[in-house]
């Protein structure tokens, strides 16, 4: 039975098997491509290219939907609109600084902004409480998001994906700066805890007056909170249990006592130890399968280990593959991953984060192309 792209990702997420992998490219941030590799695949393509972001400091390309149609991507994106504008502002052409209060700075060369200043990198406890933080429940933020949202919904054939903007390790690790961020969890536990607690606050605040808009109408929403390293996690699993853990807890809680809304949770690196961990709080899909990071790359162990607990989205290697590889190469890392992820439902096949401008839109095509051939269910592969 043929089946469209909303009744396919349900499906998957039921972990039953649809008609075939459901795709997601352009579907989140870390689905999408970086800005130059988009404009590269446009041009291959013969398509227009005018710019539109995701994130300014990341670069990552809101994609058009004749791009989407043209690769079977089977969501549809909407997110909540610019907050007021009380410490955001354009500094130079390669220099901002966000809602948050931290500078980025794009360096010559580079691709991304970078962190050049993290605003608390120096606050102590006492300075949580006059930090002009964010309005994150600001009415402006969600302005026709509802009529929006129901549109998708009710005239559109997709999956409908919003963006949760919804972090608490990284947002605090960007603000802090890394380094003092991990001292801060093993050296000063009252400050961690505090300023866990007012991030918590703060996207709680945020997502209870989205999901009132949106809530009714869309099937997943994002969460991104990287926490591994091409190594392992991060911290501890014994740390990131007693600090951590609950206050993510608390945002996928608050989500789920308002909506049905499935958890996309983003998290790169090997975070093979935290799995469960992810499941006991309720993380429906974990993105990006990084394939090239330690345990990661054994995705038949984590279908057999956890395959009938969690989601997988993700999986077709951007570190070697698809930049480097040939497109026979590209589509037998394809097969590779439906052979192991895809038996049984529960699967998304996307390239593991945003596609980089060193991959050539040849491989962009045979990713996807083989994706929809080998992807198909009953699988042959």
């Keep these: 039975m043929v089946m469209n792209s909303r009744e396919r990702v349900l499906c998957a997420l039921n972990h039953e098997e649809p008609d075939r992998v459901p795709i997601f490219f352009g579907t989140s941030s870390p689905t999408s491509m970086l800005a130059p590799a988009y404009e590269r695949l446009k041009a291959y393509l013969g398509i227009q290219w005018e ?15 004749e791009v989407m149609t043209r690769f079977g991507s089977d969501g549809r994106l909407i997110s ?29 060369g580079s691709l991304y902004y970078e962190v050049a200043e993290a605003p608390l990198r120096h606050a102590t406890i006492d300075d949580l409480e006059t930090y002009p933080w964010p309005d994150l429940s600001h009415p402006s933020r969600f302005v026709g998001l509802a009529e929006e949202a129901r ?21 605090i690790h960007v603000m802090r700066g890394l380094e003092n961020w991990l001292l801060d969890l093993v050296g000063d536990s009252e400050f961690a805890l505090a300023l866990l607690r007012k991030v918590t ?4 605040s945020g997502v209870i007056p989205y999901l009132e808009a949106i809530g009714p109408y869309i099937d997943l929403i994002t969460f991104s909170d990287d926490l591994g390293s091409q190594q392992g996690p991060l911290i501890s699993p014994k740390m990131y249990r007693k ?29 093979y130890p935290l799995i469960g961990d992810l499941i006991d709080i309720g993380v429906d899909v974990l993105n ?4 090239s990071a330690g345990d990661m790359g054994d995705t038949a162990r984590l279908k057999r280990e956890f395959g009938d607990r969690i989601c997988f989205c993700g999986g077709i290697d951007t570190q070697s593959v698809l930049p480097r590889g040939t497109p026979e190469e590209v589509r037998a890392e394809v097969r590779q991953r439906i052979k192991d992820l895809a038996p049984g439902g529960g699967y998304f096949l996307a390239a593991v984060h ?13 990713m996807f192309d083989e994706a929809m051939k080998a992807g198909r269910y009953p699988l042959a592969v």
């Design 288 to 291: 990006p399968v990084q394939v």
């Design 354 to 366: 945003a596609i980089q401008p060193d991959v050539p839109p040849e491989n962009v095509c045979a």
């Design 51 to 65: 710019p539109r972001l995701l994130s300014k400091t990341f670069q990552y390309a809101q994609l058009d939907e």
């Design 151 to 171: 549109r998708l919904r009710e005239e559109t054939p997709y999956a409908v994906v919003a963006l949760g903007y919804l972090s608490t390790f990284e947002q």
């Design 80 to 108: 909540a609109r610019a907050g007021p504008a009380v410490l955001r502002r354009e500094v130079s052409e390669t220099c901002l600084i966000d809602d948050w209060g931290i500078t980025w700075e794009q360096k010559p």
């Design 201 to 204: 606050d703060l996207m709680i």
């Design 243 to 271: 600090m951590v853990k609950p206050f993510q807890a608390e945002v996928i809680a608050a989500i789920k006592a308002r909506s049905q809304a499935r958890i996309f949770f983003h998290s790169c690196g090997n975070v």
